[in-house]
Structures are given as C-alpha cells and as structure tokens.
C-alpha cells in the first residue's frame, strides 16, 4: 500500500544486475521482474526497489546512505553472506536497540543487516 510521504521506492546502482540478483536471492529470497537488460525490479524485500546497470557502487565512506536489511537469525545471515560471495566490512557489534553487521555484495554497494 502506498503511503503519503513514505519512502515508497529504491532505485540501487549495479555493476553487473546479474550478479546482484543472484546474490540478493541466494542469502535472502528476493524474485525479481526485468524490464530490459538494465534494469530489474526486485520484491519480496520489505520494499519495492530495482536494480539498474551503472558504473558505480556505494559505501558509507563515500557518505552514501546505508540499506540496512532485518534478519531474525543475525550469525545465519552473515555466514550465508559469506557463501554467497560477500565480503563482511564490519562484524557483527551491538548498538542500542540490536546487534548488526555490515558487508558489501559482489558489485561493491554497502548494506547492513541487523537483529535485536
């Protein structure tokens, strides 16, 4: 449902749509619809949001915004990140309110992924 004034939509840049694909399906399930070789919409992420082909990647170190993704089994996640060919950036550490890590896909681009 939409909702007035709420983030309705990502829109994240890859390098190689397919291998985000892949990666996204494999540690968390998303499906996904292709519209043309340069851009997918992904779903079954808590978010409708697509992927689209481009030559540039995303961290916090460029001061981009952060995609942090829920998981009720905070170890699992990371260790299938780890499998499906992520690189862990932060470990896993404790904030008020949870635990999280952080990790980049195989394109480069930044997430999270947090746990209470």
């Known amino acids: 449902m939409n909702h007035h004034h709420s983030i309705n939509y990502l829109e ?10 892949a990666f996204f399906n494999k540690v968390f399930g998303w499906r996904y619809v292709d519209y043309g070789p340069e851009y997918s919409c992904f779903i079954d992420a808590g978010i409708t949001g697509g992927f ?11 001061g981009c915004p952060l995609i942090v993704l829920y998981s009720n089994d905070l170890e699992s996640t990371q260790a299938s990140v780890i499998a499906a060919g992520g690189k862990i950036t932060t470990g896993i550490f404790t904030f008020p309110g949870g635990r999280r890590f952080h990790f980049t896909e195989p ?3 930044e997430y999270a992924v947090w746990s209470e």
């Open 52 to 62: 689209y082909q481009a030559d540039v990647d995303f961290t916090l170190l460029r």
């Open 12 to 21: 994240i840049p890859s390098r190689d749509i397919a291998s985000s694909k």
């Open 107 to 109: 394109c480069g681009n």
